[in-house]
């Protein structure tokens, strides 16, 4: 039993340093976390392995991470984002989706609509849809195209496509672990039930919260029951109405956003969550993965993987963005400042691990595809805006 603590010890030391180091190099912090993971897990060193504990940990992050997720949205601009940004997100989310279902087909068959094979290859489509746009603000930011119309519509759709995203994951999941085409059905009607019930709990908690909130600003009763609110919020999601934790958690940082200690409590979540839970998820994912069952073949499913990912992205967002009348630049533009894939993307393999629809091995793509797309986005943005005529000066930073 006590060995927890030795797992959890080895699993934060190395998960931050190889974090650290990993940002030194230019590369995303959670790919040095994951790495860490495959240096001490089974597949090398194997100092730490996989336990219920470390399993209880990392669904702990992750939950946690999606709710700083919905707690950091702009529900105003979002609101706001007019069907320019809605229209670059739904297509955004299709064409990765139907390219992703159909790469798996090409190499292992799509099977019969409703079996589990066609339900895996709709999920490589689903960890395709994920967008980070993180490192496309940082970029836009430092560019000083932040603030723009490009830079606004870029954001914007991005917001709206990890929203479309979510519903996607939450659908595919409930109905590949059904594992019938009948139970699509039975989990929109469930989907759409969990929205209606958090619209109306949603709204009483906001109004609730953002009482106490004027009555105690800043003080730690804030974040202690908005944390509570998340778990049970992912409790009921995924207990009452048979879609992901997750959702649940992202549902719930949704409606706090808007109140006035939302960065508050956002902070203070980030701090238990960088601390001991995130590490842990990210360096689990890594612990998870099988390098061990890498072929041929799934090398080379793996760079077909990034290139689907990347290219389908771009030309999804682009030609919607094109149909919107921008340029055929600016629409480029677009395309390549949505490609970016991060922390979501791993998240939802990380689901999909959870119910059977994909194989530790499959990480291995996913993992290759943050990295290549996290170090060329920024790189193919600053060519793109540097055949600017009238280029700007760099924002200042966010403080």
Request: aromatic share 10%.
């Amino acid at each position: 039993m006590y060995s927890v603590f030795r797992d959890l010890a080895i699993l934060i030391v190395f998960a931050k340093f190889f974090g650290l180091l990993a940002r030194k190099l230019g590369a995303p912090q959670v790919v040095g976390e994951i790495m860490a993971g495959l240096l001490i897990g089974p597949c090398l060193l194997n100092l730490v392995q996989t336990t219920d504990t470390i399993t209880t940990f990392a669904e702990i992050g992750v939950v946690l991470l999606m709710f700083s997720t919905g707690l950091g949205t702009n529900l105003k601009e979002l609101l706001k984002a007019g069907p320019v940004s809605l229209l670059i997100a739904c297509v955004g989310v299709a064409v990765p989706l139907v390219g992703g279902t159909l790469l798996y087909g090409a190499f292992y068959g799509l099977g019969a609509i409703g079996s589990p094979t066609f339900f895996k290859a709709l999920f490589i489509g689903t960890i395709m849809t994920a967008t980070s746009v993180s490192i496309t603000v940082a970029t836009l930011q430092e560019m000083g195209k932040l603030k723009g119309y490009l830079g606004t519509t870029i954001v914007s759709a991005a917001v709206i496509d990890d929203v479309i995203g979510i519903v996607v994951l939450t659908c595919v999941i409930g109905a590949g672990a059904e594992g019938s085409g009948n139970g699509i059905v039975g989990v929109l009607v469930s989907t759409v039930l969990f929205f209606l019930v958090s619209i109306g709990a949603g709204a009483v908690i906001y109004f609730v919260m953002r009482w106490l909130d004027k009555r105690n600003p800043h003080t730690q009763r804030i974040p202690i029951i908005s944390m509570a609110f998340c778990f049970i919020m992912a409790y009921l999601a995924e207990q009452y109405f048979g879609i992901a934790d997750i959702t649940g958690a992202y549902i719930a940082g949704v409606v706090l956003c808007s109140i006035d200690d939302a960065p508050y409590v956002e902070r203070r979540v980030d701090i238990s969550n960088y601390m001991l839970f995130g590490p842990v998820f990210f360096a689990s994912i890594g612990l998870k993965t099988d390098i061990s069952g890498v072929t041929p073949t799934i090398l080379l499913f793996s760079v077909c993987f990034i290139l689907v990912a990347l290219a389908t992205k771009v030309i999804g967002c682009g030609l919607s963005a094109k149909l919107c009348r921008f340029s055929w630049a600016d629409s480029l533009k677009v395309g390549v400042g949505m490609m970016t894939r991060g922390e979501v993307a791993l998240i939802v393999a990380q689901k999909g691990l959870a119910v059977g629809l994909i194989e530790p091995v499959y990480f291995t793509a996913v993992i290759l595809l943050i990295l290549v797309s996290s170090i060329s986005t920024p790189l193919v943005l600053k060519a793109l805006f540097s055949r600017d005529k009238t280029p700007q000066a760099p924002e200042p930073a966010a403080v």
